[in-house]
């Protein structure tokens, strides 16, 4: 099983705010991750696939980066709209997604 | 446009098995991995296993094997999972899934284990 370890767990942000938060693989995935964001009683919903690349309508302040073991999802300008908690998720083997990243205002 | 409509909540009994469903509309199954995803309550997503419908092939997680069976009808564009010997620890927000990952999402069937 390929292990993603998300961080941090959760985190108190602002409007405004650039918000970073990383997932490791335990072992190399290559670029086989994905982002989703889910908000509260909702499906989740693809923002990044392919480690870099932003999905159809998603807004430009999401950014993914990373190969290998490292990915990090980075929200620059935080909005409200961006309240939800966030999951790596890779399928370069059976798919296993992190535990998630929660986003709460400060 | 691509949507994927799951079967209503279902309450079960420990030791019994429900069926679920997800019908795909916009989209020829096909040519696709269709996906099975839960959600316990107030946790994380856990995925449980795909089946590439154009030949019925399946993968599941490890901790799924026994519990679960995915199947797909591809004269109706329909994924099914069936969950077995149930417990009060299934109980939990099953979603199905499209694509190579899984990218287009249903809207969830909460699943209740309860005698």
């Known amino acids: 099983n390929t292990v993603m370890t998300q961080s941090p767990t959760s985190m108190f942000i602002s409007v405004g705010d650039r918000v970073t938060m990383n997932c490791k693989a335990s072992?190399?995935?290559?670029?086989?991750v994905d982002w989703y964001q889910q908000k509260t009683g909702q499906s989740p919903k693809l923002l990044i696939y392919?480690?870099?690349n932003r999905y159809t309508g998603v807004p430009d302040r999401f950014t993914g980066s990373g190969s290998g073991t490292d990915f990090t999802l980075t929200i620059s300008n935080m909005q409200a709209e961006d309240l939800a908690v966030y999951y790596c998720?890779?399928?370069?083997?059976?798919?296993?997604f992190g535990a998630g990243t929660k986003l709460e205002l400060k | 446009e691509v949507q994927l409509q799951q079967s209503g909540a279902e309450l079960g009994k420990p030791g019994t098995s429900v069926k679920l469903s997800c019908k795909v509309s916009?989209?020829?199954?096909?040519?696709?991995?269709m996906h099975w995803v839960n959600q316990r309550p107030g946790k994380g997503l856990e995925w449980i296993g795909r089946?590439?419908?154009?030949?019925?092939?399946?993968i599941y997680a490890e901790k799924f094997k026994s519990k679960a069976t995915l199947t797909a009808d591809t004269s109706s564009n329909t994924a099914y999972m069936q969950l077995s010997q149930l417990k009060s620890d299934d109980t939990a927000i099953y979603f199905c899934?499209?694509?190579?990952?899984?990218?287009?999402w249903g809207q969830g069937v909460m699943v209740t284990v309860s005698s």
């Open positions: 072992q190399n995935v290559g670029t086989n």
């Open positions: 998720l890779q399928y370069n083997y059976n798919p296993t």
């Open positions: 392919g480690a870099s």
């Open positions: 089946i590439d419908p154009a030949n019925g092939n399946t």
């Open positions: 899934a499209m694509g190579l990952g899984p990218h287009y």
């Open positions: 916009g989209y020829n199954i096909r040519n696709t991995y």
